[in-house]
């Protein structure tokens, strides 16, 4: 029995077992047809676009008293403008950083600047432009690397277009932060592992150490698979990229970024950065009253189960949409340091899922609970902050079991690790 032939038959048993309203609208969502996701994207977009360009063009309460936005993008711009400046390293000195945002904003709201000096470096561009035109850029062109690797995995432009509009990337991109690139990143990772082009996989693995925290899982991921041509090339970029950054910057600038460190961590035990905002179990649970100590090694259990999830998944399973769904989720899991607009790598094993699905047919449950976690990808602070629930973690738990549960029908329709993505369509 194939996987495609499993799935049917529990759709139609499903059906005949409760055709009434819940089996239509929960476990085969009938509801969730293409003209309305359609009508609700182009809705989206337009209110996307009116509120991106309010918030670029016209004066209003995000900016400071001299009119500077202030937002995420303004320390990295900033980081940018230092390497102009031949002063890289200002950036890592939370003071000095501190009091230089101070005098160009004349606020006294501060971004702190914890990414590596890779990252920094691909900033130096960007500060060649106005700082509001720098955010419109880097928005832009990294929402549109995510676009067109949404539109490699799906196939459909359409598709891709309607991805790139969940609430998650749209909360990136008011932010003006970088999540759109680390999930293209990963999407490329993954793409090149499904079709064979192990070298360039490693390629955009490399690069994605611009965040390092969210690759952690990826070299379990790929030594459980015996790729050993991606890890070596992601070793091989990951140094390559690190040199030439201490080639552009000064290798000063990487031990002034080690020295910063600890003042990172600092900042997430003492709540510099508000537990409701993070969508990590460690914040979670801090937000829940739980100490420092007991917050961590609660994130150190659920780390360890999400290791073992990547493994076997790994191990066992070549079906992309099996791997992306355990690695990406997992990597949102297992990471004690991650903020809401990071919901936007969910964008990538989303369309995996929904790409599947729409060959093969969609197990029960699952197009309601993709739509639920796409749907509160961008309200999982809001919840936290101002109702007291913090259940962030709860959706990439989703997803990571979308990919777990379709894992085991697979291994339970062949006794063996099956590719559903290679099965031909057929009517469900």
């Not at 909360?171 to 990772?189: D, E, M, P, S």
């Not at 950065?273 to 090694?297: I, P």
């Not at 094993?349 to 796409?374: N, W």
Request: glycine fraction near 10%; include cysteine.
């Amino acid at each position: 029995m194939t996987a495609q032939t499993e799935i049917n038959s529990e759709l139609a048993a499903a059906g005949t077992r409760n055709p009434g309203l819940w089996h239509r609208g929960a476990n085969r969502g009938d509801w969730l047809t293409w003209d309305r996701i359609g009508f609700a994207c182009l809705c989206s977009a337009i209110g996307y676009s009116l509120a991106l360009a309010w918030m670029l063009l016209i004066p209003n309460s995000f900016g400071s008293a001299n009119g500077t936005l202030l937002m995420d993008y303004l320390s990295f711009w900033l980081a940018g403008k230092q390497v102009l400046a031949g002063a890289p390293e200002l950036v890592y000195l939370p003071k000095e950083f501190a009091a230089l945002q101070e005098a160009y904003t004349g606020s006294d709201t501060v971004f702190g600047f914890f990414y590596p000096p890779t990252f920094q470096m691909l900033q130096s561009p960007f500060a060649l432009l106005p700082y509001k035109v720098a955010f419109a850029a880097f928005v832009g062109l990294t929402t549109g690397l995510l676009f067109l690797a949404c539109r490699v995995i799906t196939g459909k432009w359409l598709l891709a277009a309607c991805l790139i509009l969940v609430p998650a990337c749209a909360n990136n991109a008011f932010h003006g932060q970088n999540a759109a690139l680390t999930a293209a990143l990963y999407a490329f990772f993954l793409i090149g592992i499904e079709r064979g082009k192990f070298v360039w996989a490693g390629v955009a693995l490399g690069l994605l150490t611009i965040k390092p925290q969210l690759g952690i899982l990826a070299p379990v991921a790929l030594i459980a698979s015996l790729n050993w041509r991606s890890f070596v090339s992601a070793s091989v970029t990951t140094l390559g990229f690190a040199g030439l950054s201490a080639a552009i910057v000064g290798i000063g600038v990487w031990i002034v970024f080690w020295q910063q460190a600890p003042v990172a961590a600092a900042m997430m035990e003492l709540g510099g950065v508000e537990w409701g905002k993070m969508v990590s179990t460690y914040g979670s649970v801090r937000q829940l009253g739980l100490g420092h100590t007991g917050a961590m090694s609660v994130q150190a259990i659920v780390g360890l189960g999400v290791l073992a999830c990547v493994w076997h998944a790994w191990r066992k399973s070549e079906n992309m949409t099996v791997r992306a769904s355990v690695l990406v989720g997992g990597a949102l899991l297992v990471t004690p340091f991650a903020l809401s607009y990071d919901f936007t790598l969910l964008v990538v094993p989303c369309a995996f899922l929904i790409r599947d699905g729409m060959k093969t047919g969609f197990l029960p449950y699952e197009k309601v609970l993709l739509a639920s976690v796409i749907a509160l990808s961008a309200s999982t602070s809001p919840l936290a902050l101002y109702v007291g629930l913090p259940v962030a973690p709860l959706l990439p738990l989703i997803v990571l079991w979308l990919g777990m549960r379709r894992l085991g029908h697979d291994l339970n329709s062949s006794g063996v690790s099956a590719d559903t993505s290679k099965i031909p369509a057929t009517a469900a």
